[in-house]
């Protein structure tokens, strides 16, 4: 991999830039350095946000002096190695699919020439990588899902879908974090809370992990969300830190 | 304690500090107040801490209802501030008895203003803030912006006075206008407009559009024209950056900017002007001008310095005094590490 281009985006930050396309092996250069970034601590350097194809490289502009910062990450570009493969995280997302958590299903399948079972079984047999989290909070942007399940948008998006939908749009999988409006067509929802701002850390994936989605039953997404329920519960009583 | 009734909300207000830092990574943008300078010279003047938290005002201000005496002070734009029958100027503290109430008559400059309480308004912090980001309903009051019945409390179960009146010297308080020169630097998609797209967007007059947002101010004017279409691959949004959408408008990124975006930037408004930048209203002009990173900094400097002059030299502040003694025990300090080295 050449050395990627050190922008200026404005007087506090800048950005590691490693090329303009959605491609894992880029990604991975991205978050290569994102890790390195951070165990290098810089004086100065306030946040580190990486996406598809950059790193933004957030600073305080009375301390740090983007020359030096540039040099200093050019150093840690070129020392960063390559990630562990070993050391992402496998994150199992379950999931009921169809029925009231995926409204959109009959339609996919048809959309597809599939039945529905298909598609859950396309859907949930393949690993998804985390290629950053943006949108909205917690939002993960997922890639590798099966052009044979691709299906447009929503003509009309709904005004309120649930926290924890799972839904398709174009050739993107996605879950929505929170209650929001959105026009991706809804196959499934999961118990687990994406976004919880009392936890730490607050998102449930960060980039570079991998989602598989498994299937469950209706009455085991219930069961997990009562699950859920409880184990904040007790974090609110000050009590689940620990748990 | 509770020091204040909300009787009514205003436009938009919401309870603000400096924003929370490192969470972008999690897709939650910074927040805090859109023009950071009036957050902090209204902690100054109120005898608080730079990160306390304020309500941020937008345009049409709350009427609020004192239960408490409290001292408080406003910063940042003229909304036409009145304390009971009198008006209240801008850039000053001032100490409120229980029953009275502070109302706004209308905007007169600028579009933000900054309302400080001595002892800082009290909510939970979320992600190491205290600011609200509405969209996600994070921070804050419950997330969301003062309606009428709330209550504004600070921490601790007495009232908190402060005992000298804080007052920045007239001549030092900005006017904001309604023509804004904002200084940029290009990138980081310089090298995605022409040449002549980036002459018209440094050249024009560009008006700030009604939906001008803590998400971000959209401006109207002649088209950009780009090199390669308005679409890239998202990367990461920083504070001022300007995006240009497919019609060839600009948008500037504000603290409630999406961590990530798909749109090319031309160029980044330097920090000190996003705060000026975040004073206009609908219908106000920008003009972008070009600067390079050392004439932001020597920008940052002065402004920084301008902010040191508001925490220090404001008449008869008990800050200030604390300062003074600082300063007098350094002095001391050094002189006796001189007068010892002296006899070695």
Redesign the interface.
């Known amino acids: 991999m050449t050395a990627p281009r050190i922008l200026l985006a404005g007087d506090a930050a800048l950005v590691v830039e490693f090329g303009d396309r959605v491609d894992p092996a880029l990604n991975r250069e991205v978050r290569a350095l994102w890790r390195a970034a951070e165990r290098a601590a810089i004086p100065g350097v306030l946040d580190l946000v990486p996406t598809y194809r950059s790193l933004l490289v957030s600073y305080d502009p009375l301390t740090t002096d983007p020359d030096e910062l540039r040099e200093r990450l050019l150093e840690i570009d070129a020392e960063k190695g390559s990630l562990d493969p070993a050391a992402s995280r496998l994150v199992r997302v379950p999931t009921a699919y169809g029925g009231e958590f995926g409204p959109d299903l009959p339609f996919v399948a048809r959309h597809n020439g599939l039945t529905e079972a298909e598609v859950i079984e396309i859907h949930s047999g393949t690993d998804y990588l985390v290629y950053m989290l943006g949108f909205s909070p917690g939002f993960p942007y997922l890639g590798g899902m099966s052009p044979r399940i691709a299906t447009p948008r929503l003509t009309t998006p709904r005004l309120a879908i649930p926290a924890g939908s799972v839904g398709i749009a174009q050739q993107q999988t996605g879950i929505y974090p929170v209650e929001s409006p959105g026009g991706w067509q809804l196959i499934g929802r999961t118990p687990l809370r994406l976004f919880d701002s009392g936890r730490q850390p607050p998102a449930l994936l960060e980039a570079g992990d991998s989602v598989r989605f498994v299937p469950i039953s209706p009455e085991e997404y219930f069961e997990i969300e009562r699950g859920v329920r409880s184990g904040l519960e007790a974090l609110a009583e000050g009590d689940g830190g620990a748990a | 304690m509770i020091v204040a009734r909300v009787l009514d909300g205003g436009l938009f207000t919401t309870v603000q500090d400096l924003g929370r830092?490192?969470?972008?990574?999690?897709?939650?943008p910074p927040s805090g107040a859109m023009d950071r300078a009036a957050c902090l010279a209204a902690n100054a003047l109120a005898g608080n801490a730079p990160d306390a938290a304020v309500l941020e005002l937008t345009l049409v201000g709350p009427r609020l209802e004192f239960t408490a005496p409290a001292t408080i002070a406003l910063a940042g734009a003229n909304l036409g501030a009145h304390l009971d029958d009198e008006p209240f100027g801008c850039w000053r503290a001032a100490t409120v008895r229980a029953g009275q109430t502070l109302w706004f008559a209308g905007p007169e400059d600028g579009a933000r203003a900054c309302l400080a309480v001595h002892g800082g308004i009290d909510v939970p912090i979320?992600?190491g803030s205290r600011s609200t980001y509405t969209?996600?309903?994070?921070g804050g009051l419950d997330g969301r912006p003062l309606a009428a019945g709330d209550r504004l409390e600070i921490a601790g179960d007495v009232p908190r006075i402060l005992a000298d009146a804080r007052q920045l010297d007239p001549a030092e308080c900005p006017v904001y206008g309604h023509a804004h020169d904002i200084r940029?630097?290009?990138?980081?998609?310089d090298d995605r407009f022409t040449p002549a797209g980036m002459a018209t967007f440094l050249s024009s007059t560009y008006t700030v559009g009604a939906g001008a947002d803590r998400m971000g101010y959209r401006l109207a004017g002649p088209r950009i024209e780009l090199a390669d279409g308005a679409d890239?691959?998202?990367?990461?949004?920083?504070?001022?950056?300007v995006q240009v959408t497919g019609d060839g408008q600009p948008i500037v990124l504000m603290a409630d900017r999406?961590?990530?975006g798909g749109y090319v930037?031309i160029a980044?408004?330097?920090?000190v002007d996003i705060g000026r930048l975040a004073q206009a209203v609908p219908g106000d002009t920008v003009r972008f001008r070009a600067v390079t990173?050392a004439e932001?900094?020597t920008a940052?400097?002065e402004h920084?310095a301008w902010l040191e002059r508001i925490g220090s030299t404001v008449t008869g502040t008990a800050g200030a005094t604390a300062a003074a003694r600082r300063r007098r025990a350094a002095a001391a300090a050094a002189a006796a590490v001189a007068r010892i080295l002296a006899g070695r």
């Open positions: 830092v490192g969470c972008m990574r999690y897709g939650v979320v992600l969209r996600a309903r994070l940029v630097i290009p990138g980081p998609q890239i691959v998202s990367d990461g949004s920083p504070a001022g950056g999406g961590t990530a930037k980044t408004v330097i920090t990173i932001a900094r940052l400097r920084a």
